[in-house]
């Protein structure tokens, strides 16, 4: 008996044992955009009108915003409505969830508005399909003539649910608008949001403007322009339309940035054919030399957490990039491939630096660590220069210049945009030609 | 004089060279090599134990003399290969317990020599295949405390699922299968520890009866937001694949399945 009781035991142990349980590893996935359906909002049939639009039409304005937005990023594919086979009211209170797989859809997007006492309510949901559940919902009350940018604000809410990093939509663009011939350029200050509507122009184009910045904030902006023909630094409220110099330098000042807190602004001072980085505390207007080198030093740009700060200089013969202490010590160059660097700005996230090269005539835009290694061109092209961040750091946004004719026809300039991982190149639309763009920070952060 | 002229011309002689020599345009400059193109190759012949039909031999060696002609092939890493392979060397102590395991038969790959009939071209890796099979069983088991003890994925953790019940061609068609479902989400921070466990339960056709996150816990934790994100898109893909290509028998064997997610060399990359 107990040897039948041993064997059965034995048997039991060994049969347990032997299958245990597999694993297997998933080391790889895809990177094809994700499908997904954005419902046209139900508008309420409780809404009042409103003059300055037809609301009936908004529900559908919207959704359209937020598929543009999902298209242009390249992560999302965002589905004909054609296919749609639930209406908008419907779908937002329960989805029949095998009708949207049906389609290929894995995300839904469903909505509703109202717009009762001159104010517009809007609330969304995000489904998953494959798991038939309720992701996220939430809900906007603003002013009705507000509706782009609510479209903005749940297309960030819905990037940030979907890939784990911040929306980059709900944001503007700082650029000089361009206009005239190649030789008679007149140049303007001027924001519009990140997809190209309401442009508004900060400047009358009387003098040169260059290099727009905003601060961390997206109150004030700092530029340099030729006002009375001398190239100064400005600092100008977008809010009150305020501008003033920056610093009582002797001479020319270009190429200022505002330090990650909004405190400081760093910039280059040239005089008698030789340039240094500086900054000025605008709380205390106190001015500090961070370089003092015979070389010319520009284009200073402070690391997210103002402890580093990355510049070029010519002290090596060439134009390359150099990242010191933000006091100005242990400077290190970082660049040592082939050709001209300059340019160099810091990622909101602090993991890289882009730059633009030049190389063989060639001009690039392109991406390395914060210590050289790394480099990666993303683009090529005659003439581009001046990358720009998205808040997320997953967006450079540039400029690109045509090759002019003899009289100078056939030049333009533009702003286009492309991620780091080098692909999903696009041009922006500009109501103007445009140059050195600046991205803002999230608004509604 | 004749002497002194024969010393000058040896002298500027063995100037000339090192100059010739050291001079930097001289150089050559360095060929501008194409990006390098991955190409996983993955030989399931060591494993599988699958003897060639003499057609399909001549098809695969004339395909392998293909691409080693290709630069592509030269240039691809072969550390898919080496990953998949058991190469751990069996420390003495070890070596005992190996033929305790034998002794008790508690590995089910063994094969028995006299029953089974096999070619030439088979034999000699019937005589270590119950050795090595323990070795892995072995192995598996170290690593499985190494990750209790400390819960980070590193290169090493690649398991080898051939004695525990999937061959390595039924393991890489499942996870090519999902590989093609998984959409990985873009934003995740590449330094921090990105590995999701999966414990499904399936049916006999593949589709998927339960599933579990096995660290669940961690979706809720202050800083960890996009560890939801991930596990979410991992769930996701195990649902749009089903049912999961696995093998037509032995359900017991994989009626439990661990799925290990981890995006940190691709997003690296």
């Known amino acids: 008996m107990k040897k039948i009781l041993l064997i059965f035991l034995f048997y039991f142990f060994f049969t347990k044992s032997s299958y245990a349980l597999i694993e297997v590893d998933i080391t790889r996935g895809n990177l094809d955009p994700l499908p997904i359906a954005v419902s046209p909002l139900h508008v309420d049939i409780k809404s009042e009108q409103f003059k300055e639009f037809k609301v009936k039409e908004l529900g559908e304005k919207i959704s359209k915003i937020i598929e543009i937005n999902f298209k242009n990023t390249g992560l999302f594919n965002p589905l004909k409505k054609d296919a749609f086979v639930q209406k908008p009211d419907i779908a937002h209170l329960k989805p029949r969830f095998e009708d949207w797989r049906l389609i290929k859809a894995q995300a839904l997007v469903t909505g509703k508005l109202l717009i009762k006492d001159e104010k517009l309510k809007v609330e969304f949901r995000l489904w998953d399909l494959t798991a038939a559940q309720e992701m996220t919902a939430l809900a906007f009350t603003t002013t009705p003539s507000n509706w782009r940018r609510v479209a903005h604000i749940i297309s960030d809410k819905i990037y940030e649910r979907l890939t784990g990093e911040e929306g980059y939509f709900d944001t503007r663009i700082i650029y000089v608008a361009e206009s005239g011939p190649k030789n008679q350029r007149i140049k303007k200050l001027a924001i519009m949001d990140q997809d190209g509507f309401n442009t508004k122009y900060l400047t009358l184009g009387n003098e040169l403007v260059l290099t727009p910045r905003f601060n961390p904030t997206n109150q004030m902006v700092t530029y340099m322009s030729y006002f009375r023909n001398m190239p100064r630094v400005y600092l100008l409220d977008i809010e009150t339309g305020n501008q003033e110099v920056v610093g009582n330098f002797p001479g020319m000042t270009f190429a200022p940035r505002f330090s990650p807190n909004g405190k400081k602004i760093i910039m280059s001072f040239a005089k008698d054919g030789n340039s240094d980085i500086f900054t000025m505390n605008l709380e205390t207007r106190l001015v500090e030399r961070i370089t003092e080198h015979s070389s010319i030093d520009t284009s200073p740009s402070f690391s997210p957490d103002g402890k580093f700060i990355a510049f070029n200089s010519d002290r090596s013969g060439l134009q390359q990039i150099y990242v010191m202490r933000s006091d100005g010590s242990n400077v290190k160059r970082i660049t040592f491939g082939k050709g001209i660097y300059g340019t160099p700005v810091w990622s909101p996230r602090g993991d890289l630096i882009a730059f633009t090269k030049m190389h063989k005539g060639r001009f690039y835009i392109g991406v390395m660590r914060t210590d050289g290694t790394g480099e990666r061109l993303l683009t090529e092209n005659y003439y581009q220069e001046a990358p720009s961040w998205s808040p997320n750091g997953r967006v450079l946004v540039f400029y690109r210049e045509t090759k002019a004719g003899e009289k100078g026809e056939g030049f333009s300039a533009k702003l286009w945009s492309i991620d780091i991982t080098g692909y999903n190149e696009r041009r922006l639309s500009t109501k103007t030609d445009a140059s050195d763009p600046s991205w803002s920070s999230l608004l509604s952060k | ?269």
């Open chain 2, 1 to 269: 004089m004749i002497k002194s002229l024969i010393y000058s011309i040896s002298l500027h002689s063995i100037m000339i060279l090192l100059t010739v020599l050291s001079l930097p345009f001289m150089l050559r400059e360095p060929i501008d090599l194409p990006p390098i193109v991955s190409v996983e190759l993955i030989q399931i012949s060591d494993k599988t134990n699958i003897p060639y039909a003499p057609k399909a031999r001549k098809i695969i060696e004339d395909t392998k003399k293909k691409e080693e002609e290709r630069i592509v092939s030269e240039q691809a890493p072969p550390a898919a290969k080496a990953k998949e392979k058991p190469d751990r060397i069996p420390l003495p102590d070890e070596k005992k317990e190996e033929k305790k395991i034998l002794k008790k038969k508690q590995n089910p790959e063994e094969v028995k020599p006299q029953i089974r009939q096999s070619s030439e071209f088979e034999k000699k890796e019937i005589v270590d295949a119950n050795q090595i099979a323990a070795l892995i069983d072995k192995a598996k088991e170290v690593e499985a405390i190494k990750e209790k003890e400390n819960n980070k994925i590193t290169q090493s953790t690649k398991k080898n699922s051939f004695a525990s019940g999937l061959t390595l061609s039924e393991e890489d068609a499942l996870r090519a299968q999902i590989f093609g479902c998984w959409s990985v989400p873009l934003g995740l921070p590449y330094d921090q520890n990105l590995l999701v466990r999966i414990k499904l339960q399936l049916k006999q056709d593949g589709t998927i009866m339960n599933s579990e996150i096995l660290d669940h816990e961690r979706m809720n934790r202050p800083g960890q937001k996009f560890y939801k994100v991930l596990a979410e898109s991992a769930l996701r893909a195990v649902r749009l694949c089903q049912p999961l290509k696995v093998p037509p028998t032995g359900y017991d064997k994989w009626k439990d399945l661990q799925l290990n997610f981890n995006p940190t060399e691709m997003l690296k990359g």
